[in-house]
């Protein structure tokens, strides 16, 4: 009896990972917040609806000790998100769901207020724009929206007006005037980000676009009206005392190029200065230390086609008078630190950086730069915050053994405490392995093997190589879109490698495979899939080969030069590089890091003749990032141009998986479901040679 026979009799699966819906319906934990008292730890949980449709989101409260269990503090079909703690101990968070004071209301994304000694949560501030993100001080009665205006707004009257006008007359074109006009999923403009103060105001007249609580009126001022589509990505953070906001913004630059400065907004002026802005570099905020004296800066050099990034991490003096001279921080450590916080003290700065398979926290003192890890287990941790004696920090953490969950750090001792949560580590049935080897050239090659039980010398087991995104990136989190034990329930044993241009292993790492996609990371690939198949657990005649984004480039790369692989899965692919470049939601970037001449010469679709192996193609038509003209054009260039012909009724082996309302990544739940029915069904037949039936939703 297989899993879907199982699951049809309404039998539990043997884990959450032998049937999709069952893994779908694992809670999915994102973002802390930590009241100022430190009392109160706040959480988002996503769940699954009850149609299977979509994902919800909602609040959680965590005991910051550990001792008791977690609880829901919000609920709606809609969803919350966002929480932020104001410094008197209040709740703000965004939400779309209907306002109970104004039921007849078209329900928007507004600004809602959990009162920190207990209550109801109430709309505080609604528009017709929405509210984004939010911000608050950390020593000050200050809070601070992110929220998209249209260009030619005057204020939010005229705001309100102009959209009214484009929504009756079912107007949705967009005037550019710049680069880009498209981001991953999303076609920017006529609306632009701007920053908004969160204040006490007057009670709104009718027909105002704010509507507020009667009970505590507010309203909002505009800090930066000025700044045209600058903020769009931009990285802000607000100084202890409110005083100051602090914020990347993308200045654009000749030939349709920009790099992003650094820039400190009055607040009570609303005046902004740049700080920072330097040709060839770019700026972004990191945590303002607990006197408002210190900004870490982090930095991102350029990229040519021959040298990659370097990201380098700066103090700087904003007390004021000059502040345009940066001191280095840590900069002998050679890893791409992410900051996080500073200790209370004011005597160190918390980061988390990739390092050898996981994303553990660091301590850097900023008086000599010195760099301690404070975490030593595999993990990646992410969401730090400080309790405000200094003592305590609060991070999730996860591995290729569990799911996100929010964790205790003992600051003094590095012990880790998990907390309660929402839901316990899902089990899986299987093992994990860190492993490596060595490539032509010396380097180690290093990776996760994720092995059935079953895999051994009397039963080996077929294999999946999959190649990670990015490409600067590496295999040291969990991730729910592309899960290995989703496979290892089936069989299979999922290699997760970090060949050239992943991240954790040190500057070098990054530039020996630079500008060279098919070569060392190519070769790196094969390498450490050779060492895994010389295993005896390990069947070498029944291997596969998968990856999305550059992981999809790269599977793609790999079907022009070998036919050592049973079957190839290659998503959200690059496959003309020529056509790729001008088409992506951010050329600029890719016309610095390849001239033409790179391009063409690694471009895997010069080797389409070469190509043996069956494929199967996955691309979303809102795809902005790798645009769905690369999918198109590989599965007419496959059908065409490859070895592999088509049979006696006209068939191709390849197959081409298309979704038209999906982007970059495949987020909705039953899309997911698809997606890896289609995925299995294919490798089963090319790698296995057995017959599993496709999902029946594709009518086929």
Do not use: C
């Not at 920090?393 to 053994?401: D, F, I, N, P, V």
């Not at 990670?468 to 879109?481: F, I, K, M, V, Y």
Request: negative net charge; hydrophobic residues 40%.
């Amino acid at each position: 009896m297989d899993s879907a026979d199982t699951h049809a009799r309404g039998e539990q699966p043997e884990t959450a990972f032998h049937h999709i819906d069952h893994y779908l319906a694992i809670p999915r934990v994102g973002g802390l917040t930590l009241s100022p008292d430190g009392k109160r730890l706040v959480t988002t949980v996503t769940t699954l609806n009850g149609k299977g449709t979509e994902f919800a989101t909602a609040l959680w409260e965590l005991d910051p000790s550990g001792r008791n269990h977690a609880r829901r503090i919000t609920r709606s079909s809609k969803g919350e998100a966002g929480a932020v703690f104001a410094a008197n101990g209040d709740l703000y968070f965004t939400s779309a769901r209907p306002d109970p004071d104004s039921p007849d209301a078209d329900p928007v994304n507004a600004l809602w207020l959990l009162p920190a000694d207990g209550g109801e949560a109430r709309v505080v501030l609604s528009r017709s724009g929405g509210i984004g993100s939010v911000m608050a001080a950390k020593g000050a009665d200050a809070t601070f929206v992110n929220a998209e205006v249209l260009a030619g707004s005057a204020d939010e009257e005229s705001d309100e007006e102009r959209r009214k006008a484009r929504k009756d007359n079912k107007v949705s074109a967009i005037l550019h005037s710049g680069y880009p006009v498209r981001y991953w999923d999303a076609d920017l403009g006529p609306a632009e980000p701007r920053i908004f103060a969160v204040e006490q105001g007057e009670e709104d007249a009718p027909g105002k676009p704010s509507t507020v609580d009667s009970s505590a009126p507010l309203r909002l001022r505009n800090l930066t009206p000025g700044v045209g589509g600058s903020l769009r990505e931009a990285k802000t953070v607000v100084s202890p005392d409110g005083k100051t906001i602090f914020t990347s913004m993308t200045k654009a630059l000749a030939k349709a190029d920009s790099r992003e400065v650094l820039a400190a907004v009055d607040v009570a002026t609303g005046a902004v200065e740049v700080l920072l802005d330097h040709q060839g570099m770019s700026y972004f905020p990191g945590p303002v230390s607990p006197d408002n004296r210190w900004l870490v800066v982090q930095s991102e050099s350029d990229t040519t086609p021959t040298q990659a990034p370097q990201v380098k991490l700066h103090l700087l003096n904003v007390a004021g008078g000059e502040t345009t001279d940066l001191e280095p921080l840590a900069h002998q450590w050679d890893r791409w630190a992410n900051p996080v916080a500073w200790l209370p003290d004011g005597s160190a700065v918390l980061v988390t950086a990739d390092d050898d398979g996981a994303s553990p926290v660091f301590r850097i003192n900023v008086t000599d730069g010195s760099v301690t890890r404070v975490t030593e287990d595999a993990a990646a941790y992410s969401d730090v915050v400080v309790s405000p004696d200094g003592a305590i920090a609060y991070a999730l953490r996860s591995s290729y053994e569990f799911p996100a969950e929010a964790v205790r750090i003992d600051l003094s001792t590095a012990e880790v405490l998990r907390l309660q949560a929402p839901a316990e580590r899902p089990v899986f049935k299987g093992r994990l392995e860190r492993l490596e080897t060595t490539a032509e050239d010396g380097s180690r090659v290093p990776a996760y093997l994720a092995l059935p039980e079953e895999a051994s010398t009397d039963k080996p087991v077929p294999l999946l190589l999959w190649i990670h995104g990015g490409p600067l990136g590496s295999w040291n989190a969990w991730t729910w879109r592309w899960n290995p034990w989703l496979l290892v329930a089936k069989g299979y044993a999922v290699l997760l490698p970090d060949p050239a241009l992943s991240t954790g292993y040190g500057q070098e790492f990054i530039q020996r495979g630079w500008g060279e996609w098919g070569k060392k990371p190519f070769t790196d690939l094969l390498a450490i899939t050779d060492a895994v198949v010389a295993r005896p657990d390990i069947d070498e005649s029944r291997t596969a080969a998968m990856g999305g984004s550059f992981g999809g480039y790269m599977a793609n790369w790999v079907a022009g030069q070998t036919d050592r692989f049973k079957a190839i899965v290659t998503h959200a692919s690059l496959w003309a590089l020529d056509q790729f470049g001008p088409t992506t939601d951010a050329a600029q970037y890719w016309l610095k890091e390849m001239t033409v001449e790179m391009a063409m010469e690694n471009s895997p679709h010069l080797n389409v003749g070469n190509i043996k192996t069956p494929m199967l193609v996955i691309h979303g038509d809102k795809d902005y990032r790798v645009p769905i003209g690369e999918g198109l054009r590989l599965w007419y260039e496959l059908l065409s141009s490859s070895q592999l012909p088509a049979d006696e009724n006209g068939q191709s082996p390849h197959r081409f998986l298309y979704f038209p309302d999906e982007n970059h990544w495949v987020l909705q739940p039953q899309h997911a479901k698809v997606w890896y029915g289609v995925v299995e069904h294919f490798l089963a037949k090319q790698v296995l040679g057995e017959d599993v039936a496709l999902p029946e939703e594709l009518g086929v």
